[in-house]
């Protein structure tokens, strides 16, 4: 028999015969109309469990995660107020329904149950997944909550406070709110809810503002691992800077005493604080997890006998809120109510076509208010001594750097985060005087961790900033990718574009550099970045490039809520000359404001048609080189710079390259994974000239006088041109 069913039917058998569980009694200010109204959700959140196995079993559901022995979140959701943006759990159904009864025009029975079916009218997922959230709860939605939302909630958290101080124009968080996000005991062991840990800790020892609450619900298993006893109150009940709070969550009256407790102490402090609730898991893990295959018959049926249904039913009766009689006939009318929800919802239509499902993978634009720029006078008085010499053919690294100080200057909302980027001045100086500029609330130096970076910007993001994060070294990334991939681009997918991630991430990387670095310092691997559905990659070559395609990622951030990375390579960081030394050939003057490159242009140099040389980056500085010496060989060749490398600028190139016999690519990225694979499916799909690719070889890079082996080189250029054009 399917353990939802028993516990179903022990419900039904001893609510009938009193049969309740002993327990403290009733205490805390909660009302018994809001008691009744509490277990009602708890009765909803369980009703609809039930359902979703039944539409499971009968091949109209799909794997979900249930709610049962967690029912007492809802408890935390009445003691919490509608405006907090909750990050949820995904068992936390009972707090996304409570919290609906605090917003009027909501029906959770209809949307989870069509949720249950991926039926495209879902109104969270559009059909696409399975997920708790909701744009008029403040809820953003989770696809799996395996601790990766911690970072961005101790960045929503942060931006409560950098709100009050520079209100951003789409800012959705009142000055009073709190942030809230809940979590299982296990994934309270996961490196990223460490780091996160740490990091409000690490921000609150500062007396930084951190209205944060983490609930961590701790019902003792992970999947089939059991969590030591009284680990997780050992591990946080004396945490620096981390107010520690624990009640039953088998017990709604202390549940919500003890968190309204927990959330006055955060909302007037704003500090953060963790708040252990004790659950209990019943029936399995998710899907048809069987949970006697990995735990005694007794430990199961024990569980069960916990149930905090029983609990509330033995509560309210003790409160003089509601008989058992009554409380009965609540869950049996729930239950019959949302079997006849789910026979309708899954009448719905649903997905079926890849265009319906990739439909929300680019967000929509939004609305911004328009801006004139800066003045002459703001902008002599930011740039200081530098103003005199924007005309001046400057490097990309003082380029960039004029950029970003022109970008803050337009854009208020802007902020800049990461490792050494305000007092230093970044490790190559390109944020250099920023700090100075703009302040530290504005140029935050963060601690030294990669996914509280990136949470940062995203959960600043969350409140209407328009987050630009540095990561110090594209090898830093590998840290913390999953923040990008499985946080900053899903969430406008799965929440039907509702909700979104502008920003721009910049990241210095590549190779090519002399007497520093080896593999941490030079990184030539891109694939986990062009792999990521909606994310943009920018690549810039020369400096004055570089600017015209910052501000365009900044425009495609902030006006198409675009998640955009701008990759920075630091070879050319200082690069001057092209040819010969002190010619100044990769110079150029700061480009006027108002002067951008357009998202997919690409550039084109010379006119040659014996040859087209397509690179980016430092391999386009090569293949500029090398164009020299095969036009001394009497090669005619045009170079072409890719510039935006996800998604490839298809339409660009192919406009670029009219007329050439031949295409050569040059790609400094690995010859696995790399950009040249994209480059020749689409020479294949699309021309009918002969093409090659020269390419970086499957290695780490060295440090030393090999740094350059292992990836292309001028001379190699003109020799995979001349081989082409034999």
Same mark, same amino acid.
């Given at each position: 028999?399917?353990?939802?069913?028993?516990?179903?039917?022990?419900?039904?058998?001893?609510?009938?015969?009193?049969?309740?569980?002993?327990?403290?009694?009733?205490?805390?200010?909660?009302?018994?109309?809001?008691?009744?109204?509490?277990?009602?959700?708890?009765?909803?959140?369980?009703?609809?469990?039930?359902?979703?196995?039944?539409?499971?079993?009968?091949?109209?559901?799909?794997?979900?995660?249930?709610?049962?022995?967690?029912?007492?979140?809802?408890?935390?959701?009445?003691?919490?107020?509608?405006?907090?943006?909750?990050?949820?759990?995904?068992?936390?159904?009972?707090?996304?329904?409570?919290?609906?009864?605090?917003?009027?025009?909501?029906?959770?029975?209809?949307?989870?149950?069509?949720?249950?079916?991926?039926?495209?009218?879902?109104?969270?997922?559009?059909?696409?997944?399975?997920?708790?959230?909701?744009?008029?709860?403040?809820?953003?939605?989770?696809?799996?909550?395996?601790?990766?939302?911690?970072?961005?909630?101790?960045?929503?958290?942060?931006?409560?406070?950098?709100?009050?101080?520079?209100?951003?124009?789409?800012?959705?968080?009142?000055?009073?709110?709190?942030?809230?996000?809940?979590?299982?005991?296990?994934?309270?062991?996961?490196?990223?809810?460490?780091?996160?840990?740490?990091?409000?800790?690490?921000?609150?020892?500062?007396?930084?503002?951190?209205?944060?609450?983490?609930?961590?619900?701790?019902?003792?298993?992970?999947?089939?691992?059991?969590?030591?006893?009284?680990? *997780? @109150?050992?591990?946080?009940? &004396? !945490? #620096?800077? $981390?107010?520690?709070? /624990?009640?039953?969550?088998?017990? +709604?009256?202390?549940?919500?005493?003890?968190?309204?407790?927990?959330?006055?102490?955060?909302?007037?402090?704003?500090?953060?604080?963790?708040?252990?609730?004790?659950?209990?898991?019943?029936?399995?893990?998710?899907?048809?997890?069987?949970?006697?295959?990995?735990?005694?018959?007794?430990?199961?049926?024990?569980?069960?006998?916990?149930?905090?249904?029983?609990?509330?039913?033995?509560?309210?009766?003790?409160?003089?809120?509601?008989?058992?009689?009554?409380?009965?006939?609540?869950?049996?009318?729930?239950?019959?109510?949302?079997?006849? *929800? @789910?026979?309708?919802?899954? &009448? !719905? #239509?649903? $997905?079926?076509?890849? /265009?319906?499902?990739?439909?929300? +993978?680019?967000?929509?634009?939004?609305?911004?208010?328009?801006?004139?720029?800066?003045?002459?006078?703001?902008?002599?008085?930011?740039?200081?001594?530098?103003?005199?010499?924007?005309?001046?053919?400057?490097?990309?690294?003082?380029?960039?750097?004029?950029?970003?100080?022109?970008?803050?200057?337009?854009?208020?909302?802007?902020?800049?985060?990461?490792?050494?980027?305000?007092?230093?001045?970044?490790?190559?100086?390109?944020?250099?005087?920023?700090?100075?500029?703009?302040?530290?609330?504005?140029?935050?130096?963060?601690?030294?961790?990669?996914?509280?970076?990136?949470?940062?910007?995203?959960?600043?993001?969350?409140?209407?900033?328009?987050?630009?994060?540095?990561?110090?070294?594209?090898?830093?990334?590998?840290?913390?990718?999953?923040?990008?991939?499985?946080?900053?681009?899903?969430?406008?997918?799965?929440?039907?574009?509702?909700?979104?991630?502008?920003?721009?991430?910049?990241?210095?990387?590549?190779?090519?550099?002399?007497?520093?670095?080896?593999?941490?310092?030079?990184?030539?691997?891109?694939?986990?970045?062009?792999?990521?559905?909606?994310?943009?990659?920018?690549?810039?070559?020369?400096?004055?490039?570089?600017?015209?395609?910052?501000?365009?990622?900044?425009?495609?951030?902030?006006?198409?809520?675009?998640?955009?990375?701008?990759?920075?390579?630091?070879?050319?960081?200082?690069?001057?000359?092209?040819?010969?030394?002190?010619?100044?050939?990769?110079?150029?003057?700061?480009?006027?404001?108002?002067?951008?490159?357009?998202?997919?242009?690409?550039?084109?140099?010379?006119?040659?048609?014996?040859?087209?040389?397509?690179?980016?980056?430092?391999?386009?500085?090569?293949?500029?080189?090398?164009?020299?010496?095969?036009?001394?060989?009497?090669?005619?060749?045009?170079?072409?710079?890719?510039?935006?490398?996800?998604?490839?600028?298809?339409?660009?190139?192919?406009?670029?390259?009219?007329?050439?016999?031949?295409?050569?690519?040059?790609?400094?990225?690995?010859?696995?994974?790399?950009?040249?694979?994209?480059?020749?499916?689409?020479?294949?799909?699309?021309?009918?000239?002969?093409?090659?690719?020269?390419?970086?070889?499957?290695?780490?890079?060295?440090?030393?006088?090999?740094?350059?082996?292992?990836?292309?080189?001028?001379?190699?250029?003109?020799?995979?041109?001349?081989?082409?054009?034999?």
């Amino acid at each position: 028999m399917d353990r939802a069913d028993i516990v179903h039917d022990n419900f039904l058998r001893r609510v009938a015969a009193r049969d309740l569980p002993q327990g403290s009694r009733p205490s805390g200010p909660l009302t018994n109309p809001q008691a009744v109204t509490l277990y009602r959700a708890q009765c909803l959140s369980r009703a609809l469990d039930r359902q979703s196995r039944v539409m499971q079993r009968s091949g109209q559901g799909y794997y979900t995660i249930g709610s049962s022995g967690h029912e007492g979140m809802a408890a935390v959701a009445a003691a919490l107020h509608p405006t907090d943006m909750a990050f949820l759990h995904y068992r936390d159904a009972a707090f996304q329904i409570a919290r609906a009864d605090q917003v009027p025009g909501q029906s959770m029975a209809w949307d989870m149950a069509l949720s249950f079916a991926c039926s495209s009218d879902d109104p969270t997922s559009g059909g696409r997944h399975k997920v708790l959230g909701s744009r008029a709860l403040n809820i953003p939605p989770q696809t799996s909550t395996i601790a990766s939302h911690l970072p961005k909630a101790v960045g929503a958290a942060y931006s409560v406070g950098a709100a009050i101080r520079h209100r951003p124009e789409h800012a959705c968080l009142p000055d009073d709110a709190v942030v809230m996000c809940s979590f299982g005991d296990a994934s309270a062991n996961h490196s990223t809810a460490q780091g996160a840990f740490n990091t409000a800790q690490w921000t609150a020892f500062q007396s930084i503002l951190l209205p944060l609450l983490f609930v961590c619900e701790d019902n003792g298993i992970g999947i089939s691992v059991k969590t030591p006893d009284g680990w *997780i @109150a050992a591990n946080f009940a &004396q !945490r #620096p800077g $981390l107010r520690y709070f /624990a009640c039953d969550g088998l017990d +709604l009256y202390e549940t919500y005493r003890v968190t309204c407790e927990a959330a006055t102490y955060v909302r007037e402090r704003r500090k953060p604080a963790f708040l252990h609730i004790g659950t209990v898991r019943l029936y399995g893990h998710a899907g048809n997890d069987i949970p006697t295959s990995y735990l005694s018959r007794e430990e199961v049926v024990e569980d069960e006998a916990r149930d905090p249904l029983l609990n509330s039913v033995r509560l309210l009766a003790e409160a003089d809120a509601l008989e058992p009689d009554a409380a009965l006939k609540i869950y049996e009318d729930t239950c019959a109510r949302v079997t006849r *929800i @789910a026979d309708q919802a899954v &009448q !719905r #239509p649903r $997905l079926q076509k890849a /265009a319906q499902v990739m439909a929300s +993978l680019i967000p929509p634009s939004r609305p911004c208010a328009p801006t004139n720029g800066p003045t002459n006078e703001a902008r002599a008085a930011a740039f200081g001594g530098d103003h005199k010499a924007m005309g001046d053919p400057q490097p990309m690294a003082r380029l960039l750097n004029w950029a970003l100080t022109d970008l803050m200057l337009e854009h208020r909302e802007i902020l800049l985060m990461g490792e050494d980027v305000g007092r230093k001045g970044g490790v190559y100086g390109v944020t250099q005087k920023l700090a100075t500029r703009f302040g530290p609330d504005r140029v935050i130096d963060t601690l030294l961790d990669e996914q509280s970076i990136l949470g940062l910007a995203i959960g600043m993001a969350q409140n209407g900033f328009l987050s630009m994060p540095e990561i110090q070294f594209l090898a830093y990334l590998h840290n913390a990718e999953d923040q990008l991939r499985g946080e900053a681009a899903t969430l406008p997918f799965f929440s039907d574009g509702q909700f979104t991630n502008p920003m721009v991430v910049r990241i210095a990387g590549l190779g090519y550099q002399k007497g520093f670095g080896g593999h941490f310092h030079n990184d030539n691997s891109l694939a986990v970045l062009r792999d990521i559905p909606g994310l943009i990659l920018a690549c810039p070559s020369n400096g004055a490039d570089a600017v015209g395609m910052l501000r365009e990622c900044l425009r495609l951030a902030r006006e198409d809520q675009r998640l955009v990375v701008f990759l920075e390579p630091i070879a050319l960081y200082q690069t001057r000359d092209l040819l010969a030394d002190k010619d100044g050939g990769w110079t150029g003057a700061y480009p006027a404001p108002g002067n951008s490159i357009a998202l997919g242009q690409v550039g084109v140099h010379g006119d040659g048609t014996d040859l087209a040389i397509v690179s980016f980056a430092n391999g386009h500085f090569l293949s500029r080189q090398a164009q020299a010496d095969l036009a001394a060989q009497g090669m005619d060749v045009r170079v072409i710079d890719l510039r935006w490398l996800s998604p490839l600028p298809e339409e660009a190139l192919l406009e670029a390259v009219k007329g050439c016999k031949r295409v050569l690519i040059v790609d400094e990225t690995r010859r696995s994974g790399g950009v040249a694979e994209g480059l020749m499916a689409f020479c294949a799909e699309k021309l009918d000239v002969p093409f090659a690719r020269l390419t970086s070889e499957d290695s780490f890079i060295a440090t030393g006088p090999a740094y350059a082996a292992t990836m292309p080189s001028r001379d190699g250029i003109v020799a995979a041109a001349r081989e082409l054009c034999r």
